[in-house]
């Protein structure tokens, strides 16, 4: 059995109207539960999305610290999560573990999906996902986001910027360099989740979720999205 961990970015789960995407919840949900009855093992890290950043821009506002911005953040990924373990139905595990420990306690006893979201302040979904796959020695991390991979640059600013079909971890963090980690405010992907990947040996495709079939076409060893590979270079 091959051991995955998926994170789906939060903002998947809402339109443009900040309204929750019910259907694209029920389609990720198929596609899991099709992934699963493939002899897959999945764990399921869902992220908190624009909800949550208007939580913690309420917050900011009420001067809250960032921990207690953080905090608030996890609780919306939690909620998140629990629509897909409703969603999931008898496939999911019955329970959001709220720590790794608690992860790890299920991991050895249970094949069904286990699904979470945050565990700690000043810790993206993102290194939650790496963190777990650490843990568990799982063989890949998806990350499903609503871009089609890792640009050159930031292709919302830049319109020259290109796709990279695949990219080592020490390319990933000269990227990404000066991105900045402000609570609720993680981009693609984090240093931590990168050093984490890169320590741990995991390889992370990184795709567009927005149609929730790259997920089971990743599984199933298609090549789209960007393939990160845990190393200094790519050759």
């Keep these: 059995m091959r051991k995955i961990v998926v994170r789906i970015g939060g903002h998947l789960l809402f339109s443009s109207k900040n309204k929750i995407n019910v259907n694209l919840i029920n389609e990720f949900s198929r596609i899991l539960k099709k992934a699963c009855d493939e002899g897959n093992i999945i764990r399921l ?70 699904v979470c979201g945050g565990l700690t302040p000043a810790q993206s979904t993102m290194s939650v996902a790496a963190t777990i796959a650490e843990a568990i020695k799982a063989d890949l991390i998806i990350n499903a986001t609503n871009v089609e991979g890792v640009y050159s640059k ?60 790259n997920i089971i076409r990743v599984i199933n060893g298609e090549d789209i999205g960007t393939l990160v590979v845990p190393k200094n270079n790519c050759s």
């Excluded at 908190?48 to 001067?63: L, T, V």
């Excluded at 610290?65 to 999911?92: G, P, V």
């Excluded at 919302?156 to 405010?185: F, R, W």
């Excluded at 995991?202 to 149609?211: A, Q, S, T």
């Design 45 to 114: 890290v869902i992220g908190g999305g624009d909800y949550a950043r208007e939580y913690i821009s309420a917050a900011e506002r009420i001067n809250a610290s960032e921990f207690e911005k953080d905090y608030l953040a996890i609780l919306i990924t939690r909620a998140n999560a629990f629509l897909f373990k409703l969603a999931l139905k008898e496939y999911a595990y019955d329970y959001i573990p709220q720590t790794l420990d608690e992860i790890l306690r299920v991991n050895s006893l249970t094949n069904k999906i286990i």
């Design 154 to 213: 930031d292709p919302k600013v830049y319109h020259d910027a290109k796709l990279l079909k695949k990219v080592s971890t020490q390319e990933l963090k000269n990227i990404l360099k000066d991105q900045q980690t402000k609570a609720g405010y993680y981009e693609l992907i984090d240093q931590q989740a990168i050093n984490i990947i890169e320590r741990a040996k995991i390889p992370l495709r990184v795709i567009n979720g927005e149609n929730a079939e």
